[in-house]
């Protein structure tokens, strides 16, 4: 038998009275001082704390009482405070999770308690009643808790869930670093002996009594919630891809000609296989990847997902253009969605939560022309330029010295409207979404003495920048309109403004790097913002 702490706090304390309320607890301490370490005497304390709802699938032997016990040590001490639960107690309860541990920290105003406490599990126990072959088995969880109060009840949730294996024991319990008070209760009923009242000390796992001369714990304010995962909170999201919203038939990999945008028809699922006391209906966000490189991310909110149900969507990831910049015509890529459910919900199999099918891309049987026919190489790229069916081509324009843009020719069009301004390019046009041959020519004219050029930058801000859903824009002067350009010059979206302030919406735009042409009078402006 291990060398016993005795029940003497600083080896002086003979006798002490107790009283509380009504209730009375006589208590006599024999003044021996038989070992290195000692412990306070037991003290008695009406419980003014809301007690902790005590629902069947809440494990303890602690009886709900206003009554409970404390411990503690006249020096630092670790020690484990266990409840013991056998296989046969478990039987109600196999394949279920235990998912919260509770237990009660206790504290007296004229001796305060300091300690640290962390959670602890343990499976395929075994209890023959003797300290020297008593063990709690394999150490399932440990967690270190924050954020005590003492004389409250503590509750936390695991960090990873325990399942109940109905086939061995599980011993769930606190362990304790004690240096100053009483820093673990217990209740005040009969004990469960072996079961409710089990401790850790020194190595050694046994009855209190074993380790602490005339110990008298009952049982310890610990508790466990098993649940067999219905409780609201929890969810599987899984997402799916599908043909179309019709059939729906179940799909693993698809064909993109060349030329067509990449579009995707996915379902996102609650897949939860036991019965929902709730249905989900909150926001998920879903993040599109191609070949683990992310290139969309949108947000689904407010749709409720009933147990074993989802909802379809169609999203376009990719025009024509950004296929074949990217590379990727002719090509065979993986495509995968990732979906997230919002922070409070416990997502019991997160291992579905991505999916992914092989996408391959379509190579290019024909090629267009664009002919350039201006021969001052004021246009790059110049002269004959080959361009894929749905691609975009942008060209560069740099007046000669002295001269200015007049008109702009698109296959004999004038699209001098078009023109734009990029930071660091310059004057440029754009063929978007080429389907046939074209030709471009630019004609020019003498520029003024003082020529107009780009207004300064200064006056004009657009915040936030990076921006999520919003874009606002302000002037020293009227904006008559802005148009909005992805990173390869085309036109995605054109807003008439009268005023010097723009509020725009672009939640619907994806994620990239844009430029903004603003239009004041006959000037233009061009500012870059990054859209998420």
Same mark, same amino acid.
């Given at each position: 038998?291990?060398?016993?702490?005795?029940?003497?706090?600083?080896?002086?304390?003979?006798?002490?009275?107790?009283?509380?309320?009504?209730?009375?607890?006589?208590?006599?301490?024999?003044?021996?001082?038989?070992?290195?370490?000692?412990?306070?005497?037991?003290?008695?304390?009406?419980?003014?704390?809301?007690?902790?709802?005590?629902?069947?699938?809440?494990?303890?032997?602690?009886?709900?009482?206003?009554?409970?016990?404390?411990?503690?040590?006249?020096?630092?001490?670790?020690?484990?405070?266990?409840?013991?639960?056998?296989?046969?107690?478990?039987?109600?309860?196999?394949?279920?999770?235990?998912?919260?541990?509770?237990?009660?920290?206790?504290?007296?105003?004229?001796?305060?308690?300091?300690?640290?406490?962390?959670?602890?599990?343990?499976?395929?126990?075994?209890?023959?009643?003797?300290?020297?072959?008593?063990?709690?088995?394999?150490?399932?969880?440990?967690?270190?808790?924050?954020?005590?109060?003492?004389?409250?009840?503590?509750?936390?949730?695991?960090?990873?869930?325990?399942?109940?294996?109905?086939?061995?024991?599980?011993?769930?319990?606190?362990?304790?670093?004690?240096?100053?008070?009483?820093?673990?209760?217990?209740?005040?009923?009969?004990?469960?002996?072996?079961?409710?009242?089990?401790?850790?000390?020194?190595?050694?796992?046994?009855?209190?009594?074993?380790?602490?001369?005339?110990?008298?714990?009952?049982?310890?304010?610990?508790?466990?919630?098993?649940?067999?995962?219905?409780?609201?909170?929890?969810?599987?999201?899984?997402?799916?891809?599908?043909?179309?919203?019709?059939?729906?038939?179940?799909?693993?990999?698809?064909?993109?000609?060349? +030329?067509?945008?990449?579009?995707?028809?996915?379902?996102?699922?609650?897949?939860?296989?036991?019965?929902?006391?709730?249905? =989900?209906?909150?926001?998920?966000?879903?993040?599109?990847?191609?070949?683990?490189?992310?290139?969309?991310?949108?947000?689904?909110?407010?749709?409720?997902? #009933?147990?074993?149900?989802?909802?379809?969507?169609?999203?376009?990831?990719?025009?024509?253009?950004?296929?074949?910049?990217?590379?990727?015509?002719?090509?065979?890529?993986?495509?995968?969605?990732?979906?997230?459910?919002?922070?409070?919900?416990?997502?019991?199999?997160?291992?579905?939560?991505?999916?992914?099918?092989?996408?391959?891309? +379509?190579? =290019?049987?024909?090629?267009?022309?664009?002919?350039?026919?201006?021969?001052?190489?004021?246009?790059?790229?110049?002269?004959?330029?080959?361009?894929?069916?749905?691609?975009?081509?942008?060209?560069?324009?740099?007046?000669?010295?002295?001269?200015?843009?007049? !008109?702009?020719?698109?296959?004999?069009?004038?699209?001098?409207?078009?023109?734009?301004?990029?930071?660091?390019?310059?004057?440029?046009?754009?063929?978007?979404?080429?389907?046939?041959?074209?030709?471009?020519?630019?004609?020019?004219?003498?520029?003024?003495?003082?020529?107009?050029?780009?207004?300064?930058?200064?006056?004009?801000?657009?915040?936030?920048?990076?921006?999520?859903?919003?874009?606002?824009?302000?002037?020293?002067?009227?904006?008559?309109?802005?148009?909005?350009?992805?990173?390869?010059?085309?036109?995605?979206?054109? =807003?008439?403004?009268?005023?010097?302030?723009?509020?725009?919406?672009?939640?619907?735009?994806?994620?990239?790097?844009?430029?903004?042409?603003?239009?004041?009078?006959? !000037?233009? #402006?061009?500012?870059?913002?990054?859209?998420?």
């Amino acid at each position: 038998m291990p060398e016993k702490m005795n029940l003497l706090y600083f080896c002086r304390h003979k006798t002490q009275i107790i009283m509380k309320k009504t209730h009375r607890l006589l208590l006599f301490v024999i003044a021996l001082c038989m070992g290195s370490l000692s412990a306070q005497v037991t003290r008695n304390v009406d419980f003014q704390a809301p007690l902790p709802d005590r629902s069947s699938n809440w494990l303890s032997w602690a009886s709900n009482t206003n009554i409970y016990h404390m411990i503690g040590f006249n020096e630092t001490t670790e020690y484990y405070a266990m409840q013991r639960f056998a296989a046969s107690d478990l039987t109600p309860y196999n394949g279920q999770r235990l998912t919260k541990v509770r237990f009660l920290p206790s504290n007296v105003a004229e001796d305060p308690t300091s300690a640290a406490y962390s959670i602890v599990v343990y499976t395929g126990g075994s209890y023959t009643g003797s300290y020297a072959t008593n063990s709690p088995g394999t150490l399932a969880c440990i967690q270190t808790v924050t954020d005590i109060t003492y004389g409250q009840w503590k509750t936390v949730t695991l960090n990873t869930p325990v399942t109940i294996n109905a086939s061995q024991e599980l011993w769930i319990g606190v362990k304790v670093t004690a240096y100053a008070g009483y820093a673990m209760s217990h209740d005040d009923a009969t004990p469960v002996s072996g079961k409710g009242n089990l401790m850790g000390y020194n190595g050694s796992w046994g009855l209190p009594d074993d380790f602490l001369t005339g110990a008298d714990v009952h049982n310890w304010n610990v508790a466990g919630l098993v649940t067999d995962g219905n409780e609201e909170a929890n969810i599987d999201l899984s997402v799916h891809f599908i043909n179309n919203g019709t059939d729906q038939d179940a799909i693993t990999s698809m064909e993109v000609p060349a +030329g067509q945008p990449f579009k995707t028809v996915f379902v996102i699922r609650n897949e939860r296989s036991s019965q929902a006391t709730s249905d =989900y209906t909150d926001t998920i966000f879903i993040r599109g990847y191609m070949d683990d490189d992310p290139i969309s991310s949108r947000i689904l909110a407010n749709d409720t997902l #009933a147990l074993g149900r989802g909802v379809w969507l169609t999203a376009t990831e990719m025009n024509a253009s950004s296929i074949f910049n990217a590379g990727y015509c002719g090509t065979t890529r993986t495509f995968c969605y990732e979906v997230q459910s919002t922070a409070g919900w416990n997502d019991t199999d997160p291992t579905n939560n991505r999916g992914c099918i092989s996408v391959t891309f +379509g190579a =290019y049987e024909t090629i267009y022309h664009i002919t350039v026919l201006n021969e001052d190489s004021t246009i790059t790229p110049c002269c004959v330029v080959d361009a894929y069916p749905g691609s975009s081509q942008r060209f560069v324009i740099t007046p000669p010295e002295g001269k200015r843009i007049a !008109q702009a020719l698109a296959d004999g069009a004038d699209v001098t409207a078009n023109i734009h301004t990029l930071i660091n390019v310059g004057k440029t046009y754009t063929f978007n979404n080429i389907q046939s041959d074209h030709t471009f020519q630019v004609l020019y004219e003498d520029a003024p003495e003082t020529p107009v050029g780009e207004i300064e930058l200064t006056g004009i801000s657009i915040f936030p920048n990076p921006a999520t859903d919003r874009l606002d824009i302000t002037a020293e002067s009227a904006i008559q309109e802005v148009r909005i350009f992805d990173c390869t010059g085309q036109l995605v979206r054109t =807003y008439p403004q009268t005023a010097n302030h723009a509020s725009l919406e672009i939640s619907d735009l994806q994620s990239g790097i844009y430029f903004v042409n603003l239009y004041i009078g006959n !000037q233009v #402006a061009t500012k870059r913002f990054v859209k998420l």
